[in-house]
């Protein structure tokens, strides 16, 4: 057996950086992100399944534009982590597909992520100038704003926007509601 299946098989394995603790199949992060970890359990939890939401036996044209508004409300309401869902696929997909707007989230992220977590106080020194965290951010954004820029992300920005406006809108108008049996505007004539 070697040394990582021992590792595997134990009950409790600390990491080298001290900050996690492994619990067979589940990672306890740090306690400064337990807000996100409580944030994306409650998410998960309001995740509607996936066959209900693709239930097409529910889909019927709207009558008029009342019945509009009451699908679009309760639907957008009821689905709006499956909607938030699809929206993050569009984005994944839209950064994967263009390799140079990757490379420029990559290259922008990294730097600012080396200058967040430099020490405070902690200067550059390029060419007899001295930069501060400050202006190390400043040349950051310079740099950037136009790489991303001629990556296209304000088209990506836009065309996700209006991609996932469309698919909610035409999701959410078109599925009928728990209580929708076709019948609600017949009036009931009593002699």
């Not at 597909?97 to 730097?111: E, F, N, W």
Request: with cysteine; net charge negative.
């Amino acid at each position: 057996m070697t040394v990582d299946e021992k590792l595997f098989l134990e009950e409790d394995v600390e990491l080298p950086s001290g900050l996690f603790h492994k619990k067979m199949g589940s990672i306890n992060i740090p306690p400064q992100l337990n807000s996100a970890k409580e944030w994306v359990l409650a998410k998960r939890e309001s995740l509607r399944p996936w066959q209900e939401f693709g239930n097409y036996n529910r889909a019927s044209k709207p009558a008029n534009i009342a019945v509009i508004s009451r699908r679009v409300t309760h639907n957008v309401s009821y689905y709006y982590t499956n909607y938030s869902f699809i929206s993050i696929l569009l984005i994944v997909y839209c950064i994967i597909s263009s390799p140079l707007l990757l490379l420029a989230i990559v290259v922008s992220g990294t730097a600012c992520y080396l200058i967040s977590t430099q020490k405070e106080g902690k200067t550059l020194q390029i060419g007899g100038h001295t930069f501060t965290p400050k202006d190390q951010a400043v040349v950051c954004a310079c740099i950037s704003l136009p790489l991303l820029f001629f990556a296209s992300a304000g088209t990506v920005i836009f065309w996700v926007i209006g991609l996932t406006c469309s698919v909610v809108g035409v999701h959410a108008s078109m599925m009928q509601l728990p209580n929708e049996d076709g019948t609600e505007f017949e009036m009931n004539e009593s002699v």
